[in-house]
Structure formats: structure tokens, C-alpha cells
């Protein structure tokens, strides 16, 4: 199944290069918008006194990179059962013995796959165009958070795929979960910035704790021990995810069973 999807993705070469092409005017965007009013070293000291966040680029291109890759999982392993159901082989891929579950995560690490091209693609070239100042302590931490982050968001994958093909509106919910959740988890500025409502909606969210991760060990200086804060509660989404996805699934088998057709759930 990794295979398959990973064929279909390296198929239309275009559409390899065209995905770490298309997110840089959405970077050159965010970063305008702060050179616009300060230059960078002014807005460098003024997000490092404040949020204690020492370069802008930097936090705009990893909080970018960790958005690409939740929306890799919504389109592509949230929305893959739907997909299946519209290519009329959803009850096959069902009726094989394999775990359902299993399944979903197969959808999810070939969706890491492609997201690992966006990682290293976007990452260069950002690094190149906008600038980016590395403040690396612990390489060892860098690799916890990237993990880390890139299993909660094969959580939401799974999640997401079992609650999509529940409620046949995987287009719809991926469509109108997007601007919320980039504006919520911070990707473009500190989450510490937003008002005291929209905080408590941002720190349920896995894509929060990625990014946050992500930037306390890239350009933070952050070390593994400082990671605990962070991590534990992204760790504590990803079962919730897995678990509450585990079950949705369940109860898209047991409508199955009731009306005879996955097709028509």
C-alpha cells in the first residue's frame, strides 16, 4: 500500500516539484508582512524580547513546514477511505484480513513520504530566499521533535480518515478545517500572541505542540530536557487520536455490516 501511493505520487513529476514550489509565496507573504513594518534584525529583537523567539524567518518557514505536513495528512491519509469509496474499491480493501487500523497507518507513512520531499525541499530553499539562522544545541532533540511531531500528525491522519468516510464530507471538513487551524496553531507568529480564548483552542491541537517543538529545538537552542513540556502533551493527543480514530472506524464496520455497503455509509 506504501508503495502504491508513493508510485502514484513520483508519477507526475510536475506535481513533485511543484509541491515544495507553490508554499513560497505563502512564506514570502508572512514574511513581508513583518519587514513591512520593521526591518529584520528589529523584528528579530523585539519577537526574542518578547516571546523569546531569536529569528522571525525562522519560526515562519518551521511553523510552514509542520502545517504542510498536517495538511499532507488531512488530503492525503485523512481523505484515502473517501478516495477509496469513490474509486468503488472501499469494500475490498475491507474485506482483506488486515487490520483496519494498520491499514490507516500504511496510508499515513506513505503520506510521510511525500511529506519528507516538502520537509527537505521547502526547508532549502526557504533557508536560501528568506534566511535562516540555525541555533542548534541538541541534534539528538531536533530528531525527537521531527518524530515526534511527524507520528501525531500520522494520528490526525488516522483520525481523520475514520471521521471523513463516517460523515461523507471529507472535501467540505478538510476545506474549512485548514484556515482555522494555521491561524490557531501559530504558524506564523507566537502562540503566546493570541487572545486568551483562541490559546485554550490552540493547545489541543497536535499541530501546536509540533511546531512549538520543532522551534525550541532549531532555533531556540532548546535541548531534549526542555522538550518534556511540550512533548508529554503532544504524546497525549497522539493516543487520543489513535484511540478515538480506532473506534470511529469501528462504528464505520458496524454500519457496514447494517446496510451490507461501505459505499453507501
Known amino acids: 500500500m506504501i508503495l502504491r501511493h508513493f508510485k502514484e505520487f513520483v508519477s507526475y513529476r510536475a506535481s513533485v516539484v511543484a509541491t515544495i514550489i507553490w508554499p513560497l509565496p505563502l512564506l514570502a507573504l508572512n514574511v513581508y508582512q513583518y519587514l513591512g513594518l520593521a526591518s529584520g534584525p528589529q523584528v528579530d529583537e523585539i519577537l526574542n524580547a518578547k516571546y523569546g523567539i531569536p529569528n522571525f524567518s525562522g519560526m515562519i518557514i518551521l511553523g510552514t513546514i509542520v502545517y504542510l505536513l498536517y495538511n499532507r495528512m488531512l488530503w492525503g491519509t485523512g481523505a484515502s477511505l473517501q478516495e477509496e469509496r469513490f474509486s468503488g474499491t472501499i469494500e475490498s480493501l475491507f474485506l482483506t484480513p488486515a487490520n483496519r487500523t494498520t ?61 471523513f468516510v463516517l460523515t461523507r464530507a471529507s472535501d467540505q471538513l478538510a476545506t474549512s478545517l485548514m484556515a482555522p487551524i494555521r491561524y490557531a496553531s501559530g504558524v506564523a507568529f507566537p502562540i503566546s500572541a493570541l487572545p486568551a480564548v483562541f490559546q485554550l483552542f490552540a493547545y489541543i ?61
Open 205 to 265: 491541537l497536535p499541530v501546536t505542540y509540533g511546531i512549538n517543538a520543532l522551534r525550541t529545538t532549531v532555533i531556540q537552542q532548546g535541548t531534549t530536557i526542555s522538550l518534556i513540556g511540550t512533548l508529554v502533551p503532544l504524546y497525549l493527543v497522539t493516543v487520543v487520536l489513535i484511540v478515538v480514530g480506532h473506534f470511529t472506524l469501528k462504528s464505520v464496520e458496524a454500519q457496514a455490516k447494517k446496510s451490507g455497503s461501505l459505499y453507501k455509509i
Open 103 to 163: 491499514m490507516l497507518f500504511a496510508f499515513g507513512f506513505s503520506s510521510l513520504l511525500e511529506g519528507a520531499w516538502w520537509i527537505v525541499g521547502v526547508f532549502v530553499l526557504s533557508w536560501a530566499i528568506f534566511g535562516l539562522q540555525p541555533a542548534i544545541a541538541d541534534w539528538a532533540a531536533v530528531a525527537i521533535a521531527l518524530v515526534s511531531t511527524m507520528m501525531a500528525l500520522v494520528a490526525v491522519g488516522v483520525f481523520f480518515a475514520s471521521f
